[in-house]
């Protein structure tokens, strides 16, 4: 027998091993991609509402008012227990208020915000599709909501004060996060975030529980 038909032979038996290796797939296929033990530290910023201004003039004065509540942001940390969970600790800050008001006798500078400090979960289990590099995600927290607001009230004499609320709150979000390489992601997240009434008003309000949007930054750490 030629050491050709012998050299056919031979590949002609492995050949039914190679297919049925393609048709199984992977073990790992469709799961996550960053290993247990890995760090995460993220900067986000996105919109809660849209911002408002007023101005106001009557027989006493006027009043100039602007809201930044639209704007939002925050800075998390992720440490994942598992390939596929997280657990997230997050600093964040909202809803920026200033207010002017002017009279006959001075004027009043206003300005407060709120700070949420929030514990929560990251799941995120599995790869979309074919695209190994875009993976959703579920995400919830809770925590305090620090309520702060600042005012000077120029006149004879003036006078300064601070405030602070606090409120309990949650967070819920789905979204996206792709790899841009070994070590950064972008991230694209829906959320709500749900609160309980402050005591008194921060920034003219009581409660700013409401849907947001949000694009994230992140660096991955020991993956």
Known sequence: ?????????????????LVRAQAVPSANEGKSETPAGSHLIEISAGL??????????SGT????????????????????VDDDLAFQVTAGFLNADAGVY?????????????????????????????FSDLRPYAYGSLGPYLGYEAGVEAGWPTQ?????????????????????????TLGFQLGYMGMTDFENPIGGERNYSGPEFSLSLGLMIGS
């Open 102 to 130: 002017v009279s006959g006798t001075g004027a009043t500078v206003r300005s407060a915000t709120v700070v949420p400090l929030l514990i929560g979960v990251k799941y995120q289990p599995f790869e979309f599709g074919s």
């Open 61 to 80: 004065g006027v009043n100039a008012e602007a809201s930044g509540r639209g704007v939002l942001g925050s800075i998390r940390y992720a440490y994942w």
């Open 160 to 184: 300064t004060g601070t405030r602070w609320e606090s409120a309990l709150g949650v967070r819920l979000a789905a979204g996206l996060d792709l790899s841009l390489s070994h070590l950064f």
């Open 1 to 17: 027998m030629s050491s050709s038909l012998c050299t056919a032979l031979f590949v002609m038996s492995l050949a039914p091993g």
């Open 48 to 57: 809660l509402s849209a911002g408002r201004s007023t101005v106001a003039v």
